[in-house]
């Protein structure tokens, strides 16, 4: 192919050194936890060569469509981009060598972008080495049974450190699993058991002349009780979307029957992305598809989908609903209050958590949350994994 083609791109305008410094970048992603190989690198280098490339901008927004595969790439991206091409907000690493401030001064590059004077041997880490302090850490974080205490009272919203949201996950998932060894259903014949069976009883003894010589009892049988949750991934909720969508992988793990729905301004069927043994690849799985929604949340809409499409299928009279939304809603309340009230007919019991319930002086003063506070059979906080666990004598008695 000639150079004359429109598809090819413009000669690289960066030449050795740029292709030098896209090397030291794709190293640096790599530090971090990204997946970038040969292919991923390529096509880096044909962005580097094409005209959009002389905006910082545009570059940064190309390179992380290309280069962030999970939610957590998408996270940390921006930081390592302007970290190592605007020189911007992060501690810089050699990983052999002298330090880049007292090597030789680079000339800057074309396009408006800054020398950072990292090469191909050095790198960006986005890592912090913390005190060895065995008692507290640099945060101030008390180790131990008290701590998991603080963890359990603390806001999700203020809890950022990774060891604390793993302390927090692993204590979701044991409080799920405590969930389900409570919730039984229904009771039949036994030949032993608490409650004696009158009707049964009385049946039996026809054939003895009415002499009741056999007598039947009942307990109770493990039938679990079926769970749908139904999860607001908007932008209002994403300080807490990840810690629910762990919540539920918990759930859906542990449960028979569950299933699982996020939804924004559209609704979509998550359970079997959920199934996945890894957590981690579940959740974020998922968080990627919630990323950068923040454009209003249609609740009334997506519960008609959900009525229409799938409740039919998924709800019965021992199902109990449980949605998780902070009910600001951009669409028509008197929808979400017929939708409510049509789903309410459907189930046993709708169960909805506010985050917000757990701040100071909220009041449920939204259009949406007021329209379908009619028909909800617990309103309820959900910020803390303290406020989960108040949800199990509640559910164990439905």
């Given amino acids: 192919m000639t150079a004359a083609s429109p598809s090819v791109p413009t000669p690289d305008p960066f030449g050795a050194a740029g292709r030098r410094r896209l090397a030291g970048f794709v190293r640096s992603l790599r530090d971090n936890e990204f997946t970038v190989g040969l292919a991923e690198t390529k096509d880096a280098l044909a962005i580097l060569a094409s005209p959009q490339a002389r905006r910082s901008a545009a570059l940064q927004t190309a390179f992380r469509a290309l280069f962030c595969a999970r939610h957590a790439d998408w996270r940390k991206f ?27 001064k680079r000339r800057p590059l074309p396009g408006g972008l800054r020398p950072d004077d990292l090469g191909p041997g050095d790198h960006v880490d986005r890592r912090t080495a913390g005190p060895e302090d065995g008692s507290i850490d640099g945060q101030g974080r008390q180790k131990g049974a008290g701590r998991m205490e603080n963890l359990a009272a603390a806001d999700l919203r203020h809890v950022v450190d990774p060891d604390d949201l793993a302390a927090v996950h692993a204590m979701t998932t044991r409080l799920s699993k405590r969930l389900r060894a409570k919730l039984i259903r229904r009771q ?78 559209r609704l979509s069927h998550v359970s079997a992305s959920l199934k996945d043994r890894s957590v981690e690849r579940a959740v974020e799985r998922l968080a990627l598809m919630a990323e950068g929604i923040g454009g209003g949340t249609r609740i009334g809409d997506c519960l008609a989908d959900f009525n229409r499409w799938h409740a039919p299928r998924v709800i019965d009279s021992r199902t109990a609903v449980i949605i998780v939304s ?73």
């Fill in 78 to 104: 921006a930081e390592l981009f302007e970290a190592y091409w605007l020189g911007r907000g992060m501690r810089r690493t050699s990983a052999s060598g002298p330090s880049p401030a007292h090597g030789p």
């Fill in 188 to 265: 039949r014949a036994r030949r032993k058991g608490r409650r004696l069976d009158l009707r049964r009883t009385i049946h039996r003894s026809v054939a003895h002349g009415g002499t009741p010589f056999d007598l039947l009892w009942r307990r109770r049988k493990s039938r679990p009780l079926r769970l749908v949750v139904l999860l607001d991934a908007s932008g209002s909720m994403s300080l807490y979307t990840a810690f629910f969508l762990r919540f539920i992988h918990a759930v859906l793990d542990v449960f028979a029957q569950a299933e699982a729905y996020l939804f924004h301004t």
């Fill in 326 to 398: 902070d009910g600001y809603d951009t669409g028509d309340p008197e929808r979400l209050g017929r939708e409510m009230r049509q789903l309410r007919r459907r189930c046993r019991r709708i169960v909805w958590l506010n985050p917000l319930i757990g701040w100071d002086g909220y009041t449920p003063q939204a259009r949406g949350m007021q329209a379908a506070l009619p028909h909800v059979s617990l309103f309820a906080p959900a910020h803390n994994v303290e406020s989960l666990a108040a949800l199990e004598p509640y559910l164990a008695r439905i």
